[in-house]
């Protein structure tokens, strides 16, 4: 049988009526023909490959992409990338050294937010309402209601969410002055006009009565001076006599 010459230690050969060639090492790939066969003409019908080393192959997470720039070849860069909305924990880049990568690859995890740092970004006097609240670390998308303290009331969207670089998404937001609602009963004969639940400093508001109803007092007209009212007791609705 024809044998054939190689100078590589690392290739194992096995004869029949071809060349069957694997490599020795695990850790090391074949680079050429797995097998050649003897011609007719007394010559091999192609060259021995060579045995060299490579890096494994890196398992992808869930959320995790790896893109090689040479396979699995010494010298190769593997990229690390990971998919929006979540977040590379690690390097972004490995190197194929001697059969080893030069990192192990990152972990892909959903963006969080500090409890802490929405205090920083809220304006004045606007608060989180944390009922049910147990953690100081909260998940990506979370939402966050917003209210005002004690005496003022909210203007604009009452939200803070949490989105994907990890701070707090908040809307055009404050907490403004204002008086409530000055007829209380909702059964009472006093109207007023505009009728709110909220209204801000300098708002004004006029009374009337019911039909068949006149008001007790010449107070026919009020002006919210910041969280109180102009007039401190409102005029009452009596039966109109004739």
Not at 228 to 234: G, V
Request: one cysteine or more; charged letters at 25%; proline letters at 6%.
């Amino acid at each position: 049988m024809m044998r054939i010459s190689v100078r590589n230690d690392d290739l194992a050969i096995r004869y029949t009526n071809y060349a069957l060639f694997s490599c020795k090492d695990r850790d090391k790939q074949r680079l050429g023909p797995r097998r050649i066969a003897c011609l007719s003409n007394g010559s091999w019908s192609d060259s021995p490959p060579h045995c060299r080393k490579v890096c494994e192959l890196l398992r992808e997470t869930e959320g995790l992409r790896i893109l090689y720039t040479h396979g699995l070849d010494e010298g190769s860069i593997a990229i690390f990338h990971c998919f929006a909305p979540k977040l590379r924990s690690g390097v972004s880049r490995a190197t194929c050294k001697e059969g080893q990568w030069t990192d192990h690859p990152p972990t892909c995890t959903l963006p969080s937010c500090s409890l802490g740092k929405i205090f920083q970004v809220l304006p004045e006097n606007v608060i989180p309402v944390l009922d049910g609240v147990v953690s100081d670390t909260l998940p990506f998308n979370f939402t966050l209601h917003l209210t005002c303290e004690e005496g003022l009331r909210l203007s604009g969207i009452d939200t803070a969410k949490c989105i994907s670089d990890g701070s707090w998404q908040i809307s055009r937001v404050q907490c403004v002055t204002g008086c409530p609602n000055p007829v209380k009963t909702k059964d009472s004969e006093l109207l007023v006009e505009p009728d709110k639940d909220f209204y801000r400093f300098g708002e004004s508001v006029t009374l009337a009565c019911s039909p068949g109803y006149v008001l007790s007092s010449e107070v026919v007209r009020l002006m919210c001076l910041g969280s109180n009212w102009s007039e401190t007791e409102l005029p009452h609705c009596e039966e109109e006599w004739e």
